[in-house]
């Protein structure tokens, strides 16, 4: 197969592309931010039930994940491969988000652990019809190894704004109409915001943006690729990594509203505070996007996961009252995040890319649903883990904590985190492709196809 030499992408178009991140940012993110805090504090769940219900969430992801990837690859008709299963999906974040994070409007059932659950699953379930399609669709739009960092630096923005934006309106709401300061009443703002915004910006980016045919629809058993995907070493010290990283993240988010409120006590100022963090991940992005283009995306990557070794230790040095050093540290760590998912997204897609030449065949659907799985499969597991262990270390949201089980809460928010990203260091270190050594692939590849040309 030839090298593809397609015009660089508008800036409109890689604008346009990255709007529906925004709105799944709205819909997902307070899962992990709001829900362990509001559940057990306002609605009367136990930290375990609602560690245990939102890792139970993700179980059905066993099946959806791989079957979505996989026939998202092999959707025809004229709407082509993705579009038809995003838009469905949009539907069920919508509606699923709107009840998860408004339990006490239009609704008059019990907001108990069944509740929770089942408009849970629904959650992930449109959240899988959007993901996996979407970003098979952005690993497709282009060949160009910088490119596609700009394609995900694009995406992973309007992200960011997403996360800003989770924090920012609740705060304004509060300050100009006394309603959004508090987590429970933030939440409710959001979900408002994510029945409104998912079907808007995803329509507008289906009617906008062109799919891209990259390489024909695949006829190989779907089990022939799976056996090719693990033993592509290359995916998976990449999936690894990412994953290692993915779970030090989904474990700090999981009891940092429980951190903030507890050791900090910051509950009133929390998400104003959160806005260090995020509005650093804005602005660092373009800046990890640059220097990746110039020393690489693997360096870049690992610089950013140094930085977070190196600063989620200082979270031990907080105590009640520390609201300025809580948003400095917040900040760094804010810094650090900005490359990760854009220059993650951009060198799968790299990979990806080096298996469909391999087996000739659009096998990007089935990649990202082995990603998206691994990744859920990873944040739920923190869920499930984390929440439970501060309950048998004695930490409870809802009782009278003294200073042993504050320090238990603290030391479970440093030292898992520190301990998984320090692990994803290590295994990036060994992961092998660059630009130099893609084109050298595609180059052979290359000569592959025409050797075969020629046969025929």
């Given at each position: 197969m030839g090298e593809d030499k397609k015009a660089p992408l508008k800036q409109s178009t890689l604008m346009l592309f990255?709007?529906?991140?925004y709105a799944v940012y709205l819909a997902s993110i307070p899962v992990l931010l709001y829900l362990p805090l509001v559940y057990s504090k306002d609605f009367g769940l136990s930290l375990t039930e609602v560690g245990l219900i939102l890792m139970l969430a993700r179980v059905t992801d066993v099946i959806t994940d791989p079957l979505i990837g996989t026939l998202s690859d092999r959707t025809p008709g004229p709407f082509g491969r993705r579009k038809p299963w995003i838009a469905g999906g949009a539907l069920l974040m919508m509606v699923s988000a709107f009840q998860l994070f408004n339990p006490t409007v239009l609704n008059e059932l019990p907001i108990d652990k069944w509740?929770?659950?089942?408009?849970?699953?629904?959650?992930?379930?449109?959240?899988?019809?959007?993901?996996?399609?979407?970003?098979?669709?952005?690993?497709?739009?282009s060949d160009d190894y910088f490119e596609r960092t700009r394609?995900?630096?694009?995406?992973?923005?309007?992200?960011?704004?997403?996360?800003?934006?989770?924090?920012?309106?609740?705060?304004?709401?509060?300050?100009?109409?006394?309603?959004?300061?508090?987590?429970?009443?933030?939440?409710?703002?959001?979900?408002?915001?994510?029945?409104?915004?998912?079907?808007?910006?995803?329509?507008?980016?289906?009617?906008?943006?062109?799919?891209?045919?990259?390489?024909?629809?695949?006829?190989?058993?779907?089990?022939?690729?799976?056996?090719?995907?693990?033993?592509?070493?290359?995916?998976?010290l990449l999936f690894t990594g990412f994953m290692m990283m993915s779970l030090g993240t989904g474990w700090g988010s999981a009891c940092f509203m429980l951190f903030a409120t507890y050791v900090v006590e910051a509950e009133g100022q929390t998400q104003q505070i959160l806005l260090g963090y995020y509005g650093a991940n804005i602005l660092a992005l373009p800046l990890w996007v640059m220097l990746s283009e110039r020393i690489g995306k693997k360096p870049t990557w690992m610089i950013g996961g140094a930085l977070f070794v190196l600063i989620t230790p200082s979270f031990l040095l907080l105590g009640p009252g520390d609201l300025w050093g809580l948003f400095a540290c917040l900040a760094i760590y804010g810094i650090a995040g900005g490359n990760f998912g854009a220059l993650s997204?951009?060198?799968?897609?790299?990979?990806?890319?080096?298996?469909?030449?391999?087996?000739?065949?659009?096998?990007?659907?089935?990649?990202?649903?082995?990603?998206?799985?691994?990744?859920?499969?990873?944040?739920?597991?923190?869920l499930g883990l984390c929440l439970p262990f501060l309950e048998y270390l004695g930490f409870d949201p809802n009782g009278n904590n003294g200073?042993?089980?504050?320090?238990?809460?603290?030391?479970?928010?440093?030292?898992?985190?520190?301990l998984f990203y320090a692990t994803s260091v290590l295994i990036i270190w060994r992961y092998p492709i660059s630009s130099e050594r893609l084109t050298r692939i595609r180059k052979a590849f290359q000569r592959r196809d025409e050797r075969r040309a020629t046969t025929a």
């Open positions: 990255a709007l529906p991140e509740f929770l659950l089942s408009w849970s699953i629904t959650l992930w379930l449109g959240w899988t019809m959007v993901n996996i399609p979407y970003y098979a669709w952005g690993a497709e739009l394609i995900t630096g694009w995406r992973q923005a309007f992200g960011f704004l997403g996360n800003v934006s989770v924090l920012t309106i609740p705060v304004l709401a509060g300050k100009f109409f006394g309603y959004g300061n508090l987590p429970k009443e933030g939440l409710t703002i959001i979900g408002t915001m994510a029945l409104i915004m998912l079907p808007i910006l995803i329509a507008i980016t289906l009617a906008s943006v062109p799919e891209r045919e990259a390489y024909p629809r695949p006829k190989a058993h779907i089990f022939k690729h799976a056996k090719a995907m693990f033993s592509n070493g290359a995916f998976m997204m951009s060198m799968k897609a790299d990979v990806i890319e080096i298996a469909s030449r391999r087996s000739t065949e659009n096998i990007s659907g089935a990649y990202i649903a082995v990603w998206s799985l691994g990744q859920k499969m990873v944040t739920a597991l923190a200073p042993t089980e504050i320090q238990a809460l603290a030391y479970v928010y440093v030292f898992p985190p520190w």
